[in-house]
């Protein structure tokens, strides 16, 4: 009797120590994400109180001033613009090179896959200095498609390999079996596979999106005054309003929110792409 | 006749299929290795600077000779394998703990993971902002917890004792959640049974860890670390927005020194020339890596 008290005892404990560190863990994660929210919430002069408010008036002035003081719209709206045409560019000609090297004898198939990943190994000052050259001459510098036809590129690796790792779980037999049908190898691959590997094309845009809506130094090289995507915008925010830290949360508060939300809704997908790439190398 | 043709035109298909979906992508990366790194090199060459235009003149290796001889590009070498060194080492050494340490059912797992998905995605420019507030002197919430334990707050960024180690820490909140991540998925693929045998055969604790976990892990642990590597080395956007490369140039890795150099000085040959430095070393250096560790890898597994 004393002793399975004993044995219940240091399981609760081994619970209790279990769970402190997760919350420790969870804290340390999440505080100065919840603190810059706080923070782009905060008027003025409580941002800077010390020992820190906890309780305030919440207030939207400095979400307010981002949008009506500066064109803070159209960084969004350039972001998204960039993000979504690249990854889109990036799915039309990756895709079927994804599928050409699952279904077709290529001689050296693992060495082109790996030659195309190496691509994303290039310091980004290397890549950088020869493109910011050609689009200064060509006066692509402040224009938005420079920098689509740079993500699409860089994701284009990303999604060959990806979508490999996809494309390889389906079967041979099905387009074998739609080509038999009096399809063509274009039409079933079109078609058939696709849909197939909808959650696959799923995870490898949401991969694509983040990259390029993250991306720093392209943007900051090739973007001027109306081109400016959100990072480039808030790097802006930092060296203009120096401690005006209302605005520069609040600027980063929309630069995350988003990408928080996305990657709770999309956990399952994204978590399977980080680790498939692994497994499959 | 006709069928002659018809077989010709059936090999030529058999033959350029393949091509018809990878060539267009195929072009495109060839196009973006080959461009970018002959660009660079004939621009390496050159005295070319945007600051004095029309006076581009063909100086041979003058360029690479002024970068290696010049302490401020070792600096930068340093810093840049401080950074990533001992950044890359503690994310493992963390996200490994966490990862063996939560390998197992618990309550709120999902949550657990969606939680620590997000500094993963998050953008390093926002996450240096972040820090930068978490950093500041004066109304920086680190000072504040700091205090509580009776150390004094300084100025962690501004000076040369801590900023590289404070941006550091930095890398080490955004990035070990990925190493977690990894891990646990990889201790998650691993068929109990190994386990159970070693454990009949009286193993526990740490010699289990030793002797059964971590070979069986290793592809993953490698996989892991290599893609922390070349992203560690790729890193910019945090040293930009934290600290700029300063205080003086205590944490101006290559990447920002060769930004400087084409973007705030316009001496486009000479930061073409240092590009190439960095690529060269890098690549050195992950060729050694990869070779070594898929080697040992593969001795564990005869």
């Not at chain 1, 290397?126 to 498609?145: A, D, G, H, Q, W």
């Not at chain 2, 109304?139 to 300084?154: E, P, T």
Request: hydrophobic share 50%; proline share 4%; charged share 15%.
């Amino acid at each position: 009797m004393n002793s399975l008290y004993k044995k219940r005892n240091k399981k609760f404990f081994k619970g209790i120590i279990f769970y402190t560190v997760l919350v420790i863990i969870v804290f340390i994660v999440t505080f100065p994400l919840i603190w810059v929210i706080l923070t782009s919430l905060k008027s003025h002069i409580d941002t800077f109180r010390m020992p820190p408010k906890w309780i305030f008036t919440p207030t939207l002035i400095h979400y307010h001033d981002i949008f009506t003081k500066h064109p803070f719209l159209n960084y969004i709206l350039n972001s998204i613009i960039v993000s979504f045409s690249s990854t889109a560019l990036s799915l039309i000609v990756g895709l079927p090179a994804a599928y050409g090297l699952t279904r077709f004898k290529i001689k050296r198939n693992k060495d082109i896959a790996f030659f195309i990943l190496s691509t994303r190994m290039a310091p980004p000052t290397l890549v950088i200095l020869p493109f910011f050259i050609l689009f200064r001459s060509i006066n692509l510098i402040n224009n938005l498609l420079s920098l689509i036809v740079l993500y699409m590129i860089f994701n284009l690796s990303f999604v060959v390999w990806m979508m490999r790792g996809f494309l390889r779980e389906i079967p041979t037999e099905i387009d074998e079996a739609a080509m038999i049908d009096g399809c063509s190898r274009f039409l079933a691959f079109i078609k058939i596979i696709i849909p197939l590997c909808r959650s696959g094309i799923i995870a490898t845009s949401i991969f694509c999106l983040v990259m390029s809506w993250n991306e720093f130094i392209f943007a900051l090289v090739l973007t001027g005054q109306k081109t400016r995507t959100l990072p480039v915008a808030i790097t802006t925010f930092i060296e203009f309003s120096g401690t005006h830290w209302g605005q520069l949360t609040a600027a980063g508060t929309i630069a995350m929110i988003p990408l928080i939300v996305f990657s709770i809704v999309t956990q399952r997908q994204i978590i399977r792409g980080m680790t498939m790439g692994a497994v499959e190398r | 006749m006709f069928k002659i043709l018809q077989f010709s035109n059936n090999k030529w298909k058999k033959n350029w299929e393949p091509y018809f979906y990878l060539l267009p992508c195929l072009i495109i990366i060839v196009s973006l290795i080959l461009f970018p790194l002959i660009k660079a090199f004939t621009t390496s060459l050159q005295s070319l600077n945007f600051m004095r235009p029309g006076m581009t003149e063909f100086v041979g290796l003058e360029n690479y000779f002024k970068e290696i001889t010049s302490p401020r590009t070792w600096n930068s070498l340093k810093i840049t394998f401080l950074f990533t060194g001992f950044g890359v080492l503690l994310e493992f050494i963390l996200g490994f703990s966490m990862a063996v340490f939560f390998n197992r059912d618990f309550k709120g797992k999902t949550f657990f993971r969606s939680i620590l998905l997000i500094p993963i995605i998050l953008s390093p420019i926002v996450v240096g902002l972040i820090w930068r507030i978490l950093y500041n002197p004066d109304a920086g919430m680190i000072n504040y917890f700091l205090g509580f334990l009776g150390i004094k707050g300084k100025a962690w960024l501004a000076m040369k004792e801590s900023a590289l180690i404070s941006l550091i820490i930095t890398d080490v909140w955004q990035w070990t959640p990925f190493m977690f991540l990894m891990l646990l998925a990889g201790l998650e693929g691993l068929s109990q049974e190994h386990f159970d045998a070693a454990k009949v055969d009286g193993a526990s604790g740490f010699n289990l860890l030793r002797y059964i976990t971590i070979p069986l892990l290793k592809p993953i642990i490698i996989i892991a670390i290599l893609i922390r590597l070349i992203d560690s080395l790729r890193t910019f956007d945090l040293v930009f927005v934290m600290t700029s490369g300063g205080p003086g140039m205590e944490t101006e890795i290559t990447n920002y020194y060769i930004y400087q150099t084409a973007f705030r000085y316009w001496r486009m040959g000479s930061a073409a020339s240092l590009a190439i430095i960095f690529t060269v070393i890098v690549s050195v250096f992950s060729f050694i890596f990869i070779k070594y560790l898929f080697k040992t890898g593969e001795n564990l597994y005869e």
